[in-house]
C-alpha cells in the first residue's frame, strides 16, 4: 500500500472533513484494487496498449514519462514498456507535471468532488493536496525554480490564472480578465507565462513577463491549447484545434511564420507537449505517444502497456409484476398546491386535475380527458384555477371556475407554455413560452387575464423553476442556473429575482456554493405575507426570511429531516404544504409540527381479456438471424401462450399478417421524456414501433405519471423504465440534476428510488467517482441497474451502462471521443471486455443529421405526417445543412462502433430526445448503425434482446417466446434484409393490446375483426 502511517497523518491534516469521508473510501479501494495477485471470480484484468485523450510530462532527467490513462497517474520509462500506477482509480487524476528535481508529480483531480490540484511522490507515496474549496483549479504547470504551481482556477466568476506558493501555500492571482484564461505554462527561464485566453478582443496565447505586462502572442480565433515553450525559451508549441483537423503547431516569440508540426491526419490531443532536446519534442496524438524531430517529418512512438483489474458486480436484478391488475397508490402526483383557505389540494396525475379536500381521503377528479392537464395553481379568492393542457395541439394556458366548472383557453400559443402562477391581486398570470429556437430556453410572461394582454418580462431562462410572485406584485423570483464561468456551462441552481417593470434582476441565495433542489416546483415559494421564501436544499424542506425587496434578511430555518417536494403555503402564511417522497404532509411554520395528509387514491394496470393470434408470414424472434415462417403466434391476455405453425380456423380473435414480418417490440434506451410533449407523445412511440423506452434523468414525479397513465390505458404509450434526476455532484446543470454532496442528503435521494420504484438510477457527469461506488453499490443490493457517461473507473466497480460515445464530461474533454471523433484501444477494450454496457446515440452525434442530408426520402413515412409539420421538417433539413461543414469527422464514430461490436461489446439504440425528435431520431439511431456497418441483425438484436436485458427484463420482454409479454411490431418488409423496412409499421401489439394505424394516428381504438 502506497499511503505511509507518517504520510497519511499529514494528509489527514490539510484535508476538510468531506475529503477526509472521501478518502476513508480511497484507501478501502486501494486495498482491494491493489491485490491484483489474488483476483476473485468477478475480477478482470484488461491490458491497455493506446489512450483517449491522455497527458503526458517527461521527467527532469530525461528518464521517465508521467502519463494519464483513464483518470489514473502512471509513470513510464522513456524507452517504453510496462506502465505503474502511482495513484488509484478514484481519483480522475489528470495532466501531470513535474517538480525541477524530479521527485514528485502535481495534477489535477476530482477526487472529493471538485477539480484541485494535487502531488504525489514519484514513487506514489505522499498523496497530498494543494489547493482546496468549493472552486475548480485545472491544468497544473510547476515553475522552474520549485517554489510554485501554476493552474487556471474559476474562483473569481470566470477562468483566470493563478499560482499557489508552495512555501506557505498562499495563492496569488496572475490574470485578471473577463474573458476565461487558461492552460498556463512557464518559460523555462520562469520569467514569463504563456497561457490560452478567450478575450473577446483578441482571442489566442497570451505571454505575462516578469513585470506582469500581458500581451498576445498569437491571434485566433479557433480553440486553443497547452501552450508549451522551448527549452531555450524563444519559442512555444501548442495544439490548435481548427475544423475537422487537430494539429501541433509552433511559432517564434521574436516573430516568425506559424509552423504546423504534425501531419495532417494526425488526431492530436489538446494537452502540452514535453521536450527531451532541443530538437526533440514528446507528445500524444492517435492513442500513442509521440517522438518528432524540428524540421523532421518522420515520428516515432513509444509504446506502453498498462494493466487494469475491473471487479464486476454480479447481482439479482429487481423483481417487476408486468401481470398484476390489483389497485396500487398513485404515485405520479405532479405539483400539488394547498389552496389559500388550506383547505383544499390540487394536483395532477393520470392526465387530470384532482381537487383533493383536506380531512376526506378520497380526491374529486376535475377534469376528465385522454389529454394531459397539469400544474394547476389556485386564484388568490380560490374560485380558479389556472393549469396548462394540450387539448388544441401544445400545452396552452386554460383557466376553470371551481363554481361552474367553465373553462377557457386564457392563451393558445404556437409553442407550449408551463408553469402558471397567479399574480396576488388575481388580475394577471405569469408562465413560461418555449423559444422554438432555443432548445430548453423559455421566455418568462405575464397575460392580463380581462384584456389578454401580454407582456415578457424575462428571455432566456434555462429551464428555470415556477415562477413566484411577491405579495406587491413588484417582483417576480425563480429558481436558475448561475454557472461558475463560460468556460463550462455548469454552475449552481439561485434565487432569480426578476422585477416585474424589467429593471435588472439579480442572483440571491441562502446558501452559499451551494445548489437548490431539481427546478421545477421546488421553490423558492414566497409567503402570501412577504415574509419568507420556501425552497428545498439537500433534499429537505427550508425557510428564509426576506424584505419587501426580496433581500434575504436572516439565517435559513430548517423545517423538515424527511425528503420533500413542491413546496405550497397556505394563505394565512402559517404552514407548508409538501410532498413527502409520496406522501402529501403539513408542516407548521412556527412550530415544526408535521401531520400527514391522508389521500386513498389508486390506479390499476389494463390487461387485456380473450385470446388473440397473429398469423405471422415471418417472424423475427430477437435472438436469431433466421425467420421462422408461416406460424401462429398464440397470445393470451398479455403474454405469449405458444408459437406454432399456422392452421387455419383458430380460436380467438386473428390478425392475418401472412404477407407481413412480426418483431419483438422496439426499445428506446435513451430520451428524456416531458408533459410538454403531449397525449400525442405516447402513441408516437408505439407508431415507430417502440413499445419500450428508458428514461434515464427525469422529474420522477412527471415520469410516474406518465407511466401510470400508460399502463392503466388512461393514454397510449409504451413501458417506461425510468429514473429520477441525474444523480450529480454539487454543480448542476440541467433542471433535472439533483445536487448530491453524500451523508444524509444522499441517502434521502437513494430510499426515494425505492420508494418510487425507480427502474434504474443514473449517475452524471459531476459525481465523484467515490459516491459513484456508493451509489451503485446501494443500487446493486436493491437490483438496480447504474448508468453514467463515465466509463473508468465505473466498470471497475461494476457500472452497469454508459451513456453516449461522447457527450458531456466534466473534464472539457472526453475520456471516450477525441475532438476529432475517435475513440481508442482503450475505449473498446475496456467496453468490450467489462460487459458494460454502451448506449452510443450516434445519432446525436452526426448520424441523423447525416442521414437527412444523404436520404432524400428520409421524412417520407405515415408516422412523420401524423407526428410531425411541414415547418418541423423544414426546420430539420435547414438544420443538417449547417451542420454540414462539420460533420466530416463523423465517420470516425461509425468505425468505433462498428470496432466495439466486432470485439464483443453490447450496444443498445437511444438517441436523447426531443433533443433531436423523439421517434424519428430513433430510426436514424438503427439506419446509422447499419450504414456504419454493422448487420440490420445486429442491429435489431441490440433493440430488442440486449436492450431488455439491460433494463433488467430480459425475462419477460425483448425476444418473441412462449411465456414473454406480447409486446410486438407488425411490419411490410423484410427488416433482416432492410433496417429502414422497420418504419413500415401496420400495427402494433403492446401487453397483448392490437393497436392498427388508425388508432395510433387518432388514439381512438378499433375493434379487431378476425382475418382469417
Not at 491493489?34 to 497527458?55: C, H, Q, R, W, Y
Not at 515553475?143 to 496569488?172: E, H, M, Q
Not at 430513433?922 to 439506419?927: D, R, S
Request: hydrophobic share 35%; net charge neutral.
Amino acid at each position: 500500500m502506497a499511503y505511509k502511517k507518517k504520510t497519511l497523518a499529514r494528509i489527514l491534516k490539510t484535508m476538510s472533513a468531506s475529503a477526509k469521508a472521501m478518502l476513508a473510501g480511497i484507501l478501502l479501494f486501494t486495498l482491494v484494487s491493489s491485490k491484483s495477485t489474488a483476483l476473485n471470480a468477478d475480477s478482470l484484468k484488461v491490458t491497455i496498449t493506446e489512450g483517449t485523450n491522455m497527458a503526458i510530462a517527461l521527467s527532469p532527467d530525461k528518464a521517465t514519462l508521467a502519463m494519464d490513462i483513464q483518470g489514473t497517474i502512471w509513470t513510464l520509462p522513456i524507452t517504453g514498456g510496462k506502465a505503474k500506477a502511482i495513484t488509484d482509480a478514484l481519483g480522475d487524476c489528470r495532466q501531470p507535471t513535474w517538480s525541477p528535481d524530479g521527485t514528485q508529480i502535481a495534477f489535477q483531480s476530482y477526487r472529493d468532488g471538485n477539480f484541485h490540484i494535487w502531488k504525489i511522490n514519484k514513487d506514489g507515496t505522499g498523496l497530498k493536496q494543494i489547493t482546496f474549496g468549493v472552486y475548480h483549479d485545472r491544468e497544473p504547470h510547476w515553475s522552474p525554480d520549485g517554489t510554485a504551481i501554476a493552474f487556471s482556477s474559476d474562483r473569481n466568476g470566470n477562468y483566470d490564472i493563478w499560482k499557489i506558493v508552495l512555501k506557505n501555500d498562499s495563492l496569488v492571482r496572475l490574470t485578471d480578465h473577463p474573458g476565461n484564461d487558461y492552460f498556463p505554462a512557464f518559460s523555462a527561464d520562469g520569467k514569463s507565462l504563456a497561457y490560452v485566453s478567450e478575450r473577446s478582443a483578441a482571442a489566442g496565447i497570451y505571454i505575462s513577463d516578469a513585470g506582469g505586462q500581458h500581451q498576445l502572442f498569437v491571434h485566433s480565433k479557433e480553440k486553443l491549447a497547452s501552450p508549451m515553450w522551448h527549452p531555450s525559451s524563444n519559442q512555444i508549441i501548442f495544439n490548435s484545434l481548427i475544423p475537422n483537423a487537430s494539429t501541433l503547431d509552433i511559432v517564434k516569440t521574436g516573430g516568425g511564420d506559424w509552423q504546423t508540426l504534425s501531419d495532417s491526419t494526425e488526431d492530436v490531443f489538446p494537452f502540452k507537449p514535453s521536450w527531451l532536446s532541443e530538437t526533440e519534442f514528446l507528445y500524444t496524438a492517435d492513442g500513442q505517444i509521440k517522438l518528432r524531430n524540428l524540421g523532421d517529418k518522420s515520428v516515432k512512438t513509444i509504446a506502453f502497456t498498462a494493466e487494469l483489474n475491473l471487479m464486476r458486480d454480479k447481482y439479482a436484478p429487481k423483481t417487476r409484476d408486468f401481470d398484476s391488475v390489483k389497485p396500487k397508490p398513485v404515485q405520479g402526483i405532479r405539483s400539488p398546491i394547498v389552496s389559500n383557505n388550506g383547505k383544499f389540494i390540487a394536483f395532477a396525475a393520470l392526465g387530470d386535475i384532482w381537487i383533493l379536500e383536506i380531512g376526506k381521503p378520497k380526491p374529486v377528479q376535475v377534469t376528465n380527458d385522454v389529454f394531459i392537464d397539469v400544474d394547476p395553481v389556485w386564484s388568490p379568492d380560490d374560485k380558479w384555477l389556472a393549469f396548462t393542457s394540450d387539448r388544441n395541439g401544445n400545452m396552452d394556458l386554460w383557466i376553470r371556475e371551481i363554481k361552474t366548472g367553465a373553462e377557457t383557453c386564457l392563451f393558445d400559443a404556437a409553442d407550449n407554455l408551463k408553469f402558471p402562477s397567479w399574480s396576488p391581486d388575481g388580475n394577471k398570470i405569469a408562465f413560461y413560452q418555449a423559444d422554438p429556437k432555443a432548445y430548453s430556453r423559455n421566455t418568462l410572461s405575464i397575460i392580463d387575464i380581462k384584456t389578454k394582454k401580454l407582456e415578457s418580462i424575462y428571455g432566456g431562462l434555462f429551464e428555470a423553476s415556477q415562477p413566484s410572485w411577491s405579495p406587491d406584485g413588484k417582483y417576480v423570483v425563480v429558481s436558475s442556473l448561475e454557472s461558475y464561468s463560460t468556460r463550462f456551462r455548469e454552475g449552481l441552481s439561485k434565487f432569480l429575482i426578476i422585477p416585474a417593470d424589467k429593471s435588472e434582476a439579480r442572483f440571491a441565495s441562502p446558501a452559499s456554493e451551494r445548489s437548490l433542489a431539481t427546478r421545477g416546483k421546488n421553490g423558492p415559494v414566497i409567503s402570501p405575507d412577504g415574509s419568507s421564501i420556501a425552497y428545498i436544499l439537500d433534499n429537505v424542506l427550508w425557510t428564509v426570511p426576506i424584505d419587501n425587496q426580496l433581500n434575504i434578511t436572516g439565517p435559513p430555518k430548517q423545517l423538515t429531516n424527511e425528503l420533500a417536494e413542491d413546496p405550497s403555503w397556505s394563505g394565512d402564511s402559517r404552514s407548508i404544504v409538501f410532498l413527502a417522497t409520496d406522501k402529501l404532509k403539513k408542516v407548521t411554520v412556527a412550530s415544526g409540527h408535521i401531520e400527514p395528509i391522508w389521500m386513498d387514491f389508486t390506479w390499476k394496470a389494463k390487461k387485456p381479456e380473450g385470446r388473440l393470434v397473429i398469423h405471422a408470414g415471418r417472424v423475427f424472434n430477437g435472438k436469431t438471424e433466421q425467420y421462422l415462417e408461416n406460424v401462429d403466434v398464440v397470445i393470451e391476455k398479455n403474454r405469449i401462450k405458444e408459437i406454432v405453425p399456422h392452421q387455419a380456423g383458430r380460436r380467438g380473435n386473428v390478425v392475418n399478417a401472412s404477407k407481413q414480418t412480426l418483431i419483438p417490440g422496439l426499445f428506446e434506451m435513451h430520451t428524456h421524456q416531458n408533459a410538454q410533449l403531449g397525449e400525442k407523445g405516447g402513441r408516437l412511440w408505439l407508431a415507430y414501433g417502440v413499445t419500450s423506452i428508458r428514461e434515464p434523468g427525469t422529474d420522477p414525479y412527471d415520469a410516474l405519471e406518465r407511466k401510470e397513465s400508460w399502463n392503466s390505458g388512461k393514454r397510449l404509450g409504451p413501458r417506461s423504465f425510468f429514473t429520477g434526476g441525474h444523480m450529480e455532484g454539487n454543480r448542476i446543470y440541467y433542471n433535472r440534476n439533483t445536487s448530491n454532496v453524500g451523508g444524509a442528503q444522499l441517502d434521502l435521494e437513494l430510499n426515494r428510488a425505492l420508494t418510487l420504484g425507480y427502474d434504474m438510477i443514473k449517475t452524471y457527469v459531476g459525481l465523484s467517482d467515490i459516491l459513484q461506488k456508493q451509489v451503485t453499490e446501494f443500487a446493486h443490493k436493491n437490483g438496480l441497474p447504474v448508468s453514467s457517461h463515465e466509463i473508468y473507473p465505473a466498470m471497475g466497480f461494476g457500472v452497469d451502462g454508459v451513456e453516449h460515445i461522447g457527450a458531456t464530461s466534466r473534464r472539457g474533454y472526453s475520456p471516450k471521443l477525441t475532438a476529432l471523433n475517435k475513440s481508442y484501444q482503450d475505449v473498446t477494450e475496456l467496453v468490450s471486455k467489462s460487459g458494460m454496457y454502451m448506449t452510443p446515440t450516434i445519432s446525436l452525434h452526426g448520424g441523423f443529421n447525416a442521414l437527412i442530408q444523404s436520404d432524400k426520402s428520409f421524412f417520407d413515412h405515415w408516422q412523420f405526417t401524423t407526428f410531425y409539420s411541414e415547418k418541423q421538417k423544414e426546420s430539420l433539413n435547414s438544420a443538417a445543412a449547417r451542420a454540414a461543414g462539420s460533420n466530416k469527422t463523423y465517420h470516425h464514430v461509425e468505425k468505433s462502433i462498428v470496432s466495439l461490436m466486432q470485439k464483443g461489446a453490447k450496444l443498445t439504440p437511444g438517441t436523447d430526445s426531443p433533443i433531436i425528435p423523439s421517434g424519428l431520431s430513433y430510426h436514424a439511431e438503427l439506419q446509422s448503425w447499419v450504414k456504419a456497418g454493422l448487420s440490420p441483425f445486429e442491429t435489431l438484436r441490440a433493440a430488442t434482446l440486449w436492450s431488455a436485458e439491460e433494463v433488467g427484463a430480459g425475462k419477460d420482454l425483448g425476444t418473441i417466446e412462449p411465456g414473454k409479454l406480447a409486446d410486438m411490431v407488425i411490419l411490410d418488409g423484410d427488416p433482416l434484409r432492410q433496417i429502414k423496412d422497420i418504419l413500415n409499421v401496420k400495427a402494433v401489439i403492446k401487453n397483448g393490446e392490437y393497436l392498427d394505424i388508425e388508432t395510433l394516428k387518432t388514439g381512438k381504438q378499433a375493434l379487431i375483426k378476425n382475418q382469417d
